[in-house]
Each structure stands twice: as C-alpha cells, then as structure tokens.
T-cell receptor, first 113, second 119 residues
C-alpha cells in the first residue's frame, strides 16, 4: 500500500541545536517533494521544494535532502529557535495532471529555550 | 509571496443546512485551486482540484453532490457543503497555484483555513 510516514511523536530540542525531521514514503514515485510549516489553526506555509534529481537544497537555516533510493527526505533546521516550534509537513508532488500533492501527517517540533 | 484568503475563518451551523466557503487569491491569477480537509492531528486530505472555468475533479470517496465546488474566475473558488452533518465538522483549507508577475508558480499557496462545526 502507499504510505507517507512522518514521526508522529513530537520532537523536543533545545534552542540552538539542529532539528532533523524525517519523511519516508512507500510505493510512490514523486517528481518532487515539498516541506511546509503549519501553526495551530492555520493553513500550511511553503518552505522548500526539492526535485527528484536534486540531492540537497538550502534556504537560510533550512536544509532538505532527498534520497529517491531510500525513499526518504530529511528536513534540518540549524540554530533552532523557539519561534521554529510548529508542525512540519512533507508533501509528495507528481508531474502531469494537476500536480497534486499528497501530504504526510506532520511532525510537531517544540524548541525549548 | 502569493496571498490566499478564506472566508469565513470559522462557521458554526445546524445539521441539515448548507455552508459556503470562499477562497480568494489576492495578488495572482489562480489557474488551479485545491480544496483540502484536515481532521485533528491528521494530514491534509485532498478533496478536489479545480481549474478556472472547468468542472472540479474530485478525489475518490469525496461526494461531488455534497461538496459543490465552483471556480468561476481566476481569483475565486467556492466550496459549498450541502446538508451538513456533524461528521462534516473539520478544518477546510484551500490552496492555489498560478501566475504572478508573469511567472508561473508550481508550488501551492495555502489559505488560512475555515473551521466548520456542525451541531
């Protein structure tokens, strides 16, 4: 069966450390993968997109890797801050058609001062 | 960045009534709009995709006669939940993709969501 798995347990880390979130998928062949941030009661906010032929993407304190052999993406936040506390969603994107996204359930990150 | 708004942000209605939710792209032309539903601590589930001026494409298991979608212009799509029941209570989120400043953006820009509670 097709699955997207993100760690359902909250990730608690200390301010200043690097947070690493994982997204694994099964029986999908995405053309690209996106990461979103979602705060409680709000819509997701786009963070980064990485294509299947890219191994790594960076944006300020964010870094995403994409391994199509392992069917895994890692999302890193360096020098984390309490303001980074939120739920982070990964989404698989597919070319053709309407380019719809399939979302994981998200991982809640809590950064403690 | 592209801005998408939704109205209302919260709505409470009685069972059996219909509720309309609006989704607007404020500074770009939304050639495609998506409607999602999200239950607590669960992922966003795509309900339907609509292109401006065309009929919406519904995902498997989503009743098109219950969730009416209209995408009449490049800046507005509406979702009407007809004869709402308590099990329809959820967080409904729209997203849009399209043209801004002459460039086409492949990523989806999300609205803030609408919390629907059916009593």
């Amino acid at each position: 069966s097709q699955k997207i798995e993100q760690n359902s347990e909250a990730l608690n880390i200390q301010e200043g450390k690097t947070a690493t979130l994982t997204c694994n998928y099964t029986n999908y062949s995405p053309a690209y993968l996106q990461w979103y941030r979602q705060d409680p009661g709000r819509g997701p906010v786009f963070l980064l997109l990485i294509r299947e032929n890219e191994k790594e993407k960076r944006k300020e304190r964010l870094k995403v890797t994409f391994d199509t052999t392992l069917k895994q993406s890692l999302f890193h936040i360096t020098a984390s801050q309490p303001a980074d506390s939120a739920t982070y969603l990964c989404a698989l994107g597919f070319s053709g058609g309407y380019n719809k996204l399939i979302f994981g359930a998200g991982t809640r990150l809590a950064v403690h001062p | 960045g592209a801005v998408v708004s939704q109205h209302p942000s919260r709505v409470i209605c009685k069972s059996g009534t219909s509720v309309k939710i609006e989704c607007r792209s404020l500074d770009f032309q939304a050639t495609t709009m998506f409607w999602y539903r999200q239950f607590p601590k669960q992922s966003l589930m795509l309900m339907a995709t609509s292109n401006e001026g065309s009929k919406a494409t519904y995902e498997q298991g989503v009743e098109k006669d219950k969730f009416l979608i209209n995408h009449a212009s490049l800046t507005l799509s509406t979702l009407t939940v007809t004869s709402a029941h308590p099990e329809d209570s959820s967080f409904y989120i729209c997203s849009a993709r399209g043209l801004a400043g002459g460039l086409f953006y492949n990523e989806q820009f999300f609205g803030p969501g609408t919390r629907l509670t059916v009593l």
